[in-house]
């Protein structure tokens, strides 16, 4: 695996074995020459201990641009493109490694109001960095630091005004926070506005998390899951490290598929959305035609990664577009400026069980039943092209999209066949309505083995 | 080799340099990095001066320290000798002063101590440049990156009670002396005052003590550079006036006329201060006027002479176990006792104490020190030529005794010629000194000639 990885989604890696202090410094540079000055950039971080030395050098490398910054201290990514939108921000750091384990770190960049960077901003991100020809300000135009801690509040206060907080004060919840930023989120608003949440992984852990911090059933399964019933709770949530993307469990302790975020909250969210856009990648399940479907809405698919969902988001206008998602139980809502916020994505399935008056097993079992096989391969890279089209021509009966990979699509069933973006692997998924694509998921695979 | 303008200097005294395009903050960190690497785990101190571009460079050398798994321990805006102290009291690894001392404000500089809180010796010096040159820096991961403390209300207190406990503080809380202060805007701003009015209870009139605005006179205290203290002095009846340099190591003295004492001067008067409390001998550099010597004989004490740089002084007090040191020309004063670094507090505190003990004015304290005149001038360094020059110079005073150290000094009965290449410009640095005006000037205008030749 590797350990340092500097793409158009920013700089990722193994701290100390591939992410040093100098990749931090360049970047920041870079991102500071990148944005305008004249407002403040925003700084927040997860609480991973090498956080503290990441900060550092981002507010170095900000300050030293000329860029005044405010530290928001330990802020999930939501909260701190949360914060870029209210303070008129020129822009914001993320720190933190999201959903990769502790020894890891990354940097996130926001733009004005919060939003992504898009490909082209990112890719004139990356050209400054790999030039290194920084804009630093002249000595007395070095900008200065302050710190602001009503963040979070400010947060809690724009999502009271979306959910309907005291009517869901009926519903026990337990949340496994895996030691991560939703932890200090979730204390908040349960004391606000007398929630019942029972949170677990509370304590905010800069070296050893409680699990690896994916929003995985498995992982859902472990400690969360098997809590569940012996305190009579009615649905149980898992996060990442910084709260972007969630894992949910049925009252009765069973964890859902990650798939099944995004179609739930489609379901939620079509009726109260003008909007008749539902944006998602190649990989997820088709479940969300189904739902879309039955909304009048339709399904644009597009290439896996974020930075696909971005650009997709920035071609349709903002009141055309209902949600946009992944199968990975990251889902952007319009209330909440198109980001990742896995919180919000909670409240929207605690807000559906209360409008239904159903519990949430209930809930899912309406839904059809949809079986997913995911699986990957080794493949040199050079190999792909006479894979993709060996799988083409074999699979001729169904309709092809080659927008990333080959993903074949037949009436009830289809599958995914892509080159991973972060290792030279291949990754193959299939899905079926109803019983699992056994017989077609393996012979996806023989056909990727018989080419490595 | 045609004249430049060093707008980035790295070498063994650390990292110099005008911020913006020269000193980065990517290169503050490489050079925290490697020091972190070079010190080892542990605490490291950082504090700086006014600057601007402080924090900025704070937070990359920071930056740099955690990515060696050094803990910073950042004690905000402080005068470089309190940092030295803190780092020493403190048994950290090492501390990082951010400050360009009397440099103009668009320089900074990272200064850097060991253990003990001192300046690093030339060896130290060398070995750290090649692991930053190397770039084989000890990359901390995860679990091995702390946290930076803060320790904001320490470092004063325990800089203030190392000099303290060397004068009669309650003859000179007694005498509540009217005193006057110039802290050019720097990390003096705030703790001279304090030192003045709260531990020595002097009444005080201050300015230029806003650590948030730049800095309003030319940063280095020079007689030409304090008319604005000599005022205040003067309209505010002061019996002392006192400047510090951005970083408070350094110090000028104006007596109660306004007038701003020759810091050669200041520093007899601290080593005479000094010898009548503390045993030991006296180390100053070449270029320091002979009226130390002249003090020092007076209590029976013998001077030694070093190179000039703090460093050299520094490494000569510990090798003699000498009471006291310092070099003229730049207000320097060393105590020992107190730590061995320059620091403008022990300075003021001596001048304070002699006041009190004597109950004479600063002015007649000056009055009494033998009269010496001295010149000073520059002139253009050529590397082929130096050898020839020198020896020239010596040839042209026979009967004088020699000094080849540092550049050449030659002695004589009537006064002395120090010549010497600068450490940090292409230039030739030439002091002359003698008991009468007339003296002074034609051993100058002697080897000027001559260097002009």
């Known amino acids: 695996m590797k350990k340092l990885r500097i793409s158009a989604a920013g700089l990722r890696g193994v701290v100390g074995c591939g992410l040093t202090a100098a990749h931090v410094l360049d970047f920041a540079a870079a991102f500071g020459t990148l944005i305008e000055s004249g407002r403040p950039v925003l700084v927040g971080r997860d609480p991973r201990a090498s956080g503290a030395m990441l900060r550092e050098g981002v507010v170095a490398g900000l300050l030293a641009c000329g860029h005044d910054v405010t530290d928001l201290g330990i802020a999930s990514t939501p909260v701190i493109q949360h914060a870029i939108r209210r303070m008129e921000a020129a822009g914001g750091v993320s720190i933190g490694a999201s959903h990769n384990s502790a020894e890891w770190n990354a940097l996130k960049f926001f733009g004005p109001r919060g939003t992504y960077l898009s490909t082209a901003e990112s890719a004139e991100l990356l050209d400054i960095y790999h030039l290194r020809k920084f804009t630093f300000a002249p000595w007395d135009k070095v900008g200065t630091l302050r710190t602001e801690s009503g963040a979070v509040d400010a947060y809690v206060d724009d999502l009271a005004r979306v959910f309907d907080f005291p009517g869901l004060r009926g519903f026990r919840v337990v949340v496994d926070c895996c030691n991560g930023t939703s932890a200090l989120i979730l204390r908040r608003l349960a004391d606000r506005f007398g929630l019942d949440f029972i949170l677990i992984n509370e304590r905010m852990e800069g070296v050893s998390l409680a699990h690896e911090p994916a929003t995985t059933?498995?992982?859902?399964?472990?400690?969360?899951?098997?809590?569940?019933?012996?305190?009579?709770?009615?649905?149980?949530?898992?996060?990442?490290?910084?709260?972007?993307?969630?894992?949910?469990?049925?009252?009765?302790?069973?964890?859902?598929?990650?798939?099944m975020a995004l179609p739930m909250i489609a379901d939620y969210q079509l009726p109260k959305s003008e909007g008749r856009i539902v944006i998602t990648n190649l990989s997820t399940t088709a479940l969300v035609e189904e739902v879309a479907a039955r909304h009048g809405a339709r399904v644009v698919r597009v290439a896996v990664g974020r930075q696909a969902t971005i650009d997709a988001l920035a071609a349709y206008r903002p009141d055309q577009v209902a949600l946009a998602g992944e199968g990975t139980g990251a889902v952007m809502m319009p209330q909440f400026r198109f980001v990742y916020d896995g919180i919000a994505s909670m409240f929207a399935i605690l807000s559906m069980m209360r409008e239904r008056g159903q519990t949430l097993s209930r809930i899912v079992a309406a839904y059809p039943r949809y079986s997913i096989l995911k699986g990957e391969l080794p493949l040199a890279s050079q190999r792909m092209p006479a894979l993709l089209m060996e799988l083409q021509r074999r699979y001729r009966d169904g309709r092809a999209n080659v927008a990333d990979g080959l993903r074949v699509d037949w009436p009830d069933r289809w599958f995914h066949v892509r080159v991973s973006q972060t290792e030279p692997v291949v990754r193959v998924i299939c899905e079926q309505r109803g019983e699992p694509p056994v017989a077609l998921f393996e012979s996806l695979l023989d056909q990727v083995r018989s080419l490595a | 080799m045609p004249r430049r303008e060093h707008l980035l200097k790295i070498g063994v005294s650390g990292i110099r340099g005008v911020v913006g395009e020269f000193l980065t903050p990517s290169l503050a960190c490489a050079f925290a990095q490697a020091f972190g690497a070079y010190v080892g785990p542990g605490r490291v101190v950082v504090g700086r001066d006014t600057r601007r571009s402080g924090p900025m460079l704070q937070h990359a050398v920071c930056c740099g320290l955690l990515a060696a798994g050094c803990e910073p321990v950042d004690v905000g805006v402080l005068p470089t000798p309190t940092i030295q102290i803190y780092t020493g009291h403190t048994r950290a690894r090492g501390g990082i002063a951010i400050t360009a001392s009397h440099n103009p404000p668009e320089y900074n500089a990272l200064k850097l101590f060991n253990g003990a809180g001192l300046f690093f010796n030339t060896y130290e010096r060398s070995e750290l440049l090649d692991l930053y040159h190397q770039s084989e820096f000890r990359q901390a991961v995860n679990a091995e990156i702390r946290r930076v403390r803060r320790d904001y209300e320490t470092p004063a207190g325990l800089h203030f009670e190392r000099v303290l406990r060397h004068i009669n503080t309650e003859a000179v809380r007694a005498r509540r002396f009217r005193v006057a202060l110039d802290a050019v805007n720097g990390a003096g701003s705030l703790l001279s005052r304090r030192f003045l009015e709260q531990e020595l209870q002097c009444r005080l009139h201050a300015i230029f003590v806003d650590p948030d605005l730049p800095f309003p006179r030319v940063a280095e205290p020079r007689p030409d550079t304090l008319g604005e203290l000599a005022a205040l002095v003067r309209s505010s009846g002061s019996e002392i006036g006192f400047a510090q340099d951005p970083d408070g190591d350094r110090l000028a003295v104006c007596d109660e006329t306004g007038r701003v004492l020759d810091n050669d001067d200041v520093l007899a008067l601290a080593v005479d201060a000094a010898l009548r409390r503390l045993p030991g001998d006296v180390v100053v550099n070449l270029t320091t006027s002979s009226v130390t010597d002249d003090v020092a004989r007076a209590h029976g004490r013998r001077v030694y002479r070093t190179p000039v740089g703090e460093a050299n002084v520094v490494e000569m007090i510990q090798a003699v176990g000498a009471a006291i040191g310092g070099e003229g020309s730049n207000g320097g004063i060393i105590l020992p006792a107190v730590h061995l670094c320059r620091d403008s507090y022990t300075g003021m505190a001596f001048l304070l104490d002699r006041m009190a003990e004597t109950g004479l004015r600063i002015s007649e304290l000056a009055a009494r020190l033998p009269r010496y005149f001295r010149r000073f001038g520059q002139a253009r360094y050529e590397h082929g030529r130096l050898g020839a020059l020198m020896q020239a110079l010596e040839d042209q005073f026979p009967e004088a005794e020699t000094d080849r150290s540092d550049g050449l000094k030659i002695t004589l009965a009537e006064g002395w010629v120090h010549v010497r290449s600068s450490n940090t410009e292409p230039l030739l640095r030439i002091a002359a000194e003698a008991r009468s005006e007339d003296g002074a000037e034609r051993l100058f205008a002697q080897t000027m000639r001559l260097l002009e030749s």
């Open chain 1, 217 to 259: 059933p498995r992982i859902a399964g472990l400690q969360l899951a098997p809590l569940i019933r012996p305190l009579n709770a009615d649905a149980g949530f898992l996060f990442d490290v910084d709260s972007d993307r969630l894992a949910i469990c049925t009252e009765e302790g069973t964890p859902l598929s990650e798939e």
